[in-house]
């Protein structure tokens, strides 16, 4: 396995989880949404209480489990399985760069608010437009987002590669 594939934060999402930093609340139960290799819990954990991962990818997690301990990683397909965590037990929700990717969002919406206690925050950047990926099946506009995200707020932010980034407090659907 090349580190470089998994983690460097500088060449791929960090900037995001900076950014998502100023949403935490201290002693906030994380959860973070296509983990990847898992340097958004690096960069969170200093003032989460604790920080759960999870990500399709099996290899990602096995990196992020080695490279991470004091946080937990789970393989989950977002588009498919449930979230490996109990009702109400998530204060503050990471998404960065991973909605794209899903075929649909459906299962994980409602696995959102069954594992968010109300009124938890999630923090979410997409591309806003088409990048050369063809990895990527959705590309999501802010009317997209706002559909899918009653009330969320756009936070005004063009990320790497155009992201858009916004922020929404979970609410029962």
């Given at each position: 396995?090349?580190?470089?594939?998994?983690?460097?934060?500088?060449?791929?999402?960090?900037?995001?989880?900076?950014?998502?930093?100023?949403?935490?609340?201290?002693?906030?139960?994380?959860?973070?949404?296509c983990c990847g290799a898992g340097y958004g819990c690096e960069i969170l954990l200093p003032k989460a209480r604790c920080m759960t991962g999870v990500d399709y990818d099996p290899e990602a997690i096995a990196w992020a489990t080695k490279k991470h301990p004091k946080c937990s990683f789970h393989t989950c397909d977002l588009s498919k399985d449930p979230l490996p965590l109990r009702d109400n037990t998530v204060d503050f929700i990471t998404w960065i760069e991973g909605i794209e990717h899903l075929d649909t969002v459906d299962l994980i919406m409602r696995e959102i608010t069954r594992v968010a206690i109300p009124g938890a925050g999630l923090f979410l950047t997409t591309p806003s437009r088409k990048a050369p990926d063809p990895r990527h099946k959705h590309y999501?506009?802010?009317?997209?987002?706002?559909?899918i995200f009653p009330g969320c707020q756009d936070l005004g932010v063009k990320g790497w590669c155009g992201s858009r980034v916004i922020y929404w407090t979970v609410r029962m659907v």
């Open positions: 396995m090349k580190e470089k594939r998994f983690y460097d934060p500088t060449k791929g999402h960090g900037w995001a989880y900076t950014l998502a930093l100023a949403h935490l609340r201290r002693g906030d139960r994380v959860l973070d949404l999501y506009m802010l009317p997209d987002l706002q559909r």
